[in-house]
């Protein structure tokens, strides 16, 4: 149900915009299932054919949340040159425990429409000039039901002497509260001889009580819960150029180009982060055959962190992994509390960049991604190559290639005899990772319709589709075994009577 009432003015040059309203939204899913085995026939496939029921008890599951939301905006602007916009919202939701379901949230923005001052209304320059700034709070709520609220699973039809059991599904944080995102938002709008488009964005995102999946030991009965884990900033600049390089009656080609940068960095983190990094600590030494990076919360660092202990490479003298504890001491020895920030999956720069190309009746589209500046921690390098099972399984060529052999070898790999030694997470396997993914591209030809009105049709267009055109990377991808690459190619005729 949603409530809104509005007020309009238009008096000279100014223009006032006011509107307050209520929301509330009810929400109640129900699921009821029986299976049925043992059809004898794909057409006979009502419940009452089948040979008997896979368990004498269906399964239920119910759902109930709500909320309910106050807001007041207001904007202003005068000759459509100075811009004004003002909001404040008060929400409230189930999701989140009792006492900490409400939350009030805050916008505001100026903007300056430079290019309908009268000194440049005619210039055949700017086709737009806008500077704008923006502040606002926005709140999240798109979370499981079980994230704040414990979820039990009846155990009907085991009856015990006093009554049906339950046994805890998930486990939730009655202690979860909003998590609010504030973001200050600065830019420039360009437009030049009605051809060329320049969107520049500098922003700065706080977000406090970040509520993300916490790790815990599985002794638990659960791999994981939500917990709001502190402050984390994020800031960044965005760019987007668009040009329309020809514009004439048979040809046409626009150009784009869109680059971001983004950095984050923990502010602060919660006391049950702080036992959770303790507990990365203690599950590589329970578990010494665990090789895989495990994210760690710190102060300071990056959400996209890799942690791993520091490597010297391979000895030459003996072909074992040399180290480099927390002092910056050498040791052969791997060591869990030894483990720092050796890389950030997160890249400097990335983007997209490609054009759109017309030719009368014929269309052209390609597009690319591209990333630079970021890290990878290549596990299948270290699972398929350094710890290959070469007695069970083909093979890479650089299981003997790159291996260290004697003394004196200078290689990337540690001794063949090693190769069951389990190699635990260590800098040597983090690569940067610079690639370009040219992912799509589309052909068209559009029929003249002086032709196809000839049997009846009114348009049609023949179009071919593809994706995974080219692939480059600085870091070889190993796709592995688990799936097979597929590269499509998509023919389509599309009609209109």
Known sequence: MSLLLSYNRVFKDHNVNLSVGMNVQDSKSEYESTKYIGFPSSDLNKPQYANKLSSNIPTFSDNHTRLFGVFMMGNYSYKNIYLVDVSV?????????????????????????????????????????????????????????????????????????????????????????????????????????????????????????????VAIVPSSGFTSYKDNMGKVRNRGVEVNLNVNAIQKQDWGLNVFFRASHNKNRIMEISDALKEYNQKVDDYYSKYPNYNKPLLKYTEGASLTSIYAVRSLGISPANGQEVFLDANGNVTYDWNTTNQVVVGNTEPKLQGSFGFNFRWKRWTLFTAALFETGGDLYNSTLVDNVECADIWGSNVDKRVYTQRWLEPGDVAPLKSIKDRYQVTRPTSRFVQRNRLVNCNSLSLGYEFDPH?????????????????????????????????????????????TF
């Open 89 to 213: 919202r008060t929400d409230g939701s189930s999701e989140f425990g009792s006492d900490r379901r409400f939350a009030t949230f805050y916008s505001a923005g100026l903007g300056v429409n430079m290019h309908n001052y009268r000194f440049l209304v005619d210039n055949r320059v700017f086709s737009q000039l806008r500077i704008r700034g923006t502040w606002g709070e926005t709140g999240k709520v798109n979370y499981p039901p079980f994230a704040a609220r414990h979820t039990y699973t009846v155990q009907a039809g085991a009856w015990h002497t006093t009554g049906m059991g339950a046994t805890l599904t998930y486990m939730g944080n009655e202690n979860l509260s909003w998590e609010k995102t504030s973001t200050l938002n600065l830019g420039l709008d360009l437009t030049l001889f009605k051809r060329y488009t320049l969107n520049l964005s500098w922003y700065d995102k706080v977000t406090n009580d970040l509520i993300t999946d």
């Open 451 to 495: 032709l196809v009105s000839r049997i009846g049709f009114s348009r049609m267009k023949l179009q071919l589709n593809m994706n995974e055109i080219a692939y480059t990377s600085s870091v070889k991808r190993e796709r592995g075994l688990s799936y097979p690459f597929a590269r499509t190619f998509n023919f389509t005729l599309n009609v």
